[in-house]
């Protein structure tokens, strides 16, 4: 939010539109159902990187990711959204209560709030981005 990290910003309707019709033309190469376009900006942005945190620390981040992401995009029910969410829940065996338990927890809130200063810290304000690629995976990006 410092950086005013908005990659679709209501002021700039013509690249909204084309940042869209890419991401319309790279669905269709990679044969990718989507819908087009999909609820942005999200309400639940922070609530979506909570439960992320919780997937990853228990194991489940990938099919945390994939779920989150084919019901925000292809049925139009926004990532961190309590639909959402029961949805990701439901699909992948997991305890609805407990993860929100555990996602409101100071632990996990302050996971989140340090590497969000990490990030900002290193110069990352999206992802996927050279710096993140280096120091997750030592990859160097040019």
Do not use: H
């Not at 609530?47 to 049925?75: K, P």
Request: aromatic share 14%; net charge positive; hydrophobic share 35%.
């Amino acid at each position: 939010k410092k950086m005013d990290n908005v990659p679709f910003p209501p002021s700039k309707s013509s690249k909204v539109s084309y940042m869209w019709k890419d991401i319309q033309r790279r669905a269709k190469i990679y044969q990718i159902q989507y819908k087009i376009p999909a609820p942005y900006p999200l309400k639940y942005f922070d609530e979506a990187n909570l439960y992320a945190l919780v997937a990853l620390e228990e194991g489940w981040f990938v099919q945390y990711l994939e779920s989150t992401y084919r019901y925000w995009f292809l049925e139009g029910i926004p990532a961190g959204s309590d639909e959402n969410i029961k949805l990701t829940c439901t699909i992948n065996n997991i305890d609805l209560q407990s993860l929100k338990e555990k996602s409101s927890s100071a632990k996990v809130s302050n996971e989140f709030k340090n590497n969000t200063q990490i990030a900002y810290e290193f110069g990352i304000f999206g992802v996927p981005s050279s710096q993140l690629m280096k120091i997750c995976f030592g990859v160097t990006i040019d």
